[in-house]
């Protein structure tokens, strides 16, 4: 939308898609709905790179018990 906020498009994202109330809709602010409904262009896709570090620093099994 040129001129402000697409308070329709909005609407539909919160209430169909995040499946909130209008009460709880309209208790948001624009930024509390901006991160619940996440800002595609901000975060990439986990490759196989980040999965490696991730399960490297995070690897299954059995917790510690070591006092």
Not at 14 to 23: A, I
Not at 28 to 57: F, K
Request: aromatic share 6%; hydrophobic share 45%.
């Amino acid at each position: 939308m040129k001129d402000g906020l697409d308070w329709p498009a909005l609407m539909r994202a919160g209430m169909q898609g995040l499946h909130l109330t209008p009460d709880a809709f309209w208790a948001l602010t624009p930024a509390e709905l901006q991160v619940m409904l996440g800002d595609p262009g901000q975060s990439a896709p986990l490759l196989s790179d980040g999965l490696e570090a991730l399960m490297a620093a995070w690897p299954d099994g059995p917790p510690d018990t070591t006092p």
